[in-house]
């Protein structure tokens, strides 16, 4: 029985919707604006709180190594912790927007536009050429 179950899913098999919600996550954080169905946006949309939340309370080699595990390129870990943790430091959760833009030409389906909302202002300095050392042998 599936009494007061509830939870977002995709309907694929096990492997090839953990692998698309991923696919999905890994895509928002880059480019941080991705076009989906409504459907899909709901299933990714609370991974990316947890994550980022993670990141924020836990210490940052730990919080790298979890990041690692979901996320499938090294950019977007490394993007969650030295952008997103700054620019999301006073939000808890709700750091994504869904924004319906209508429906798909082929099947109908709506779709909406799953974006990251606008935190602080964060500038990320880039970092500082090392000085040669000066060999001061006699």
């Known amino acids: 029985m599936r009494h007061r179950l509830s939870r977002h ?16 996550l890994t895509s928002l954080l880059l480019y941080e ?36 595990r979901v996320v499938t390129d090294k950019n977007a870990s490394r993007k969650i912790m030295e952008v997103y943790i700054k620019r999301f430091a ?13 429906a798909r030409m082929g099947d109908g389906a ?3 536009d ?9 500038t990320v300095e880039p970092k500082k050429a090392k000085k040669p050392r000066s060999s001061s042998k006699k």
Do not use: C, W, Y
């Open 114 to 122: 799953l974006m990251l909302v606008e935190g602080e202002a964060v």
């Open 110 to 112: 709506p779709l909406v």
């Open 9 to 24: 899913r995709l309907g694929l098999k096990p492997a090839h919707g953990r692998m698309f919600k991923r696919n999905l």
């Open 90 to 102: 006073s939000i808890r959760s709700g750091l994504t927007r869904i924004v319906p833009v209508g």
């Open 33 to 68: 604006q991705v076009r989906t169905t409504k459907r899909r946006a709901q299933v990714v949309a609370p991974m990316v709180d947890t994550l980022i939340a993670m990141a924020k309370s836990t210490v940052p080699h730990n919080a790298i190594r979890a990041i690692n």
